[in-house]
C-alpha cells in the first residue's frame, strides 16, 4: 500500500502508465500539427492582397 495515498503500487502505476501514454499520444499530435503549420503554402508570405486585407 501506497501510505500517502492508500492505494495499491499495482493500482498507482497503471494510472501513472496511462498518463504517461496520454501526454505521449498528445506530444505526438502536437508535434505533426506544429510540422502541416511549418509546410509552404502555394500562396508567397507577402502577397499584397494580404496587406490589403489587413487594412479594410
Known amino acids: 500500500m501506497d501510505d500517502s495515498l492508500g492505494v495499491s503500487r499495482s493500482f498507482s502505476d497503471g494510472i ?3 498518463m504517461l501514454r ?3 499520444l498528445e506530444r505526438e499530435h502536437n508535434r505533426s500539427t ?3 503549420h511549418d509546410e509552404p503554402t502555394d500562396r508567397p508570405a507577402n502577397n499584397p492582397h494580404d496587406a ?3 487594412k479594410s
Do not use: L
Open 52 to 54: 490589403a486585407e489587413t
Open 22 to 24: 496520454e501526454e505521449r
Open 16 to 18: 501513472n502508465d496511462e
Open 34 to 36: 506544429n510540422h502541416k
